[in-house]
């Protein structure tokens, strides 16, 4: 059975003491449950070691929000995946639209990560999805695939089975719109087939797709309800322990 898994992405926000205390209200909200699902927050690199220290690693994980496309050297203001590993964090999100939009992430750049964030025992938590214009022109479904397929369809089956996937159409990010939960079925459901016809059903079954958009308590159990879709990757909402605990409990 594939993990369930609520993801939050706390992008750049909080300080490092804000961050710090927000870590250790999730934390402190675990205590003495076991969720129907994993559990992970994405900091930034600063936050990392010190939210680190202050979590129970069996309940909570901790992730990165990118890492560098180089193993090492002269790069000067990068963070790279060895470094993210040495401070306890078991994730990395790779892809994010707004690497994409914002920092010119090119599917090429982002194999590369995949590769290093692979050979550091990172997981990435991998992101897909479409612009506005895509899903009214009715690209999305060939612009998803040629994502997944330009950055992570060289990977063997062992190495791709390590992936978790995150549908975020970028449409839906941040803007209060958020995909219905027959629209992010859809697609999660075609991109378990992209997966099948490369991988093999067996791998395509294990595969986590999570939907991230605008996902809040309030929509997070009707979207958590469709068969394909195996959890969220959570911005603006994880960003305070009650909503972020309140999509954990959706499941
Ligand atoms: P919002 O939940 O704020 O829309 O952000 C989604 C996202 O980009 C998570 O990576």
């Known amino acids: 059975m594939r993990k369930k898994i609520v993801a939050g992405n706390w992008k750049m926000n909080t300080n490092l003491q804000e961050g710090v205390a927000l870590a250790e209200k999730v934390n402190e909200a675990l205590k003495g449950v076991t969720p129907n699902c994993d559990v992970v927050i994405a900091v ?71 590769g290093l964030a692979l050979e550091n025992n990172l997981t990435p938590i991998f992101c897909i999805g479409e612009v506005l214009e895509e899903r009214e022109n009715g690209t999305y479904f060939d612009v998803v695939k040629a994502q997944i397929e330009e950055a992570l369809f060289e990977l063997s089956a062992e190495d791709f089975g390590k992936i978790i996937l995150a549908y975020e159409p970028v449409w839906a990010i941040g803007t209060g719109k958020t995909a219905t939960d027959d629209q992010a079925e859809e697609m999660h459901a075609f ?16 595969t986590s797709i999570l939907y991230g958009g605008s996902c809040k308590p309030s929509n997070a159990a009707q979207l958590f309800a469709k068969p394909n879709v195996d959890g969220g990757l959570i911005g603006g909402a994880s960003l305070e322990a009650e909503s972020f605990m309140g999509i954990v409990n959706a499941f």
Do not use: W
């Open 191 to 206: 991109i378990r087939e992209i997966l099948a016809a490369k991988y093999g059903e067996a791998v395509a079954e294990e």
């Open 44 to 114: 930034p690199f600063t936050h990392l070691a010190s939210v680190n220290a202050v979590i129970d690693s069996a309940k909570l994980g901790l992730g990165a929000e990118n890492c560098a496309d180089k193993k090492s050297g002269a790069y000067t203001g990068e963070v790279s995946a060895s470094m993210v590993a040495s401070t306890g964090a078991t994730y990395v999100i790779l892809g994010h639209s707004e690497r994409r939009q914002y920092y010119g992430e090119t599917s090429a750049i982002l194999k590369e990560k995949v």
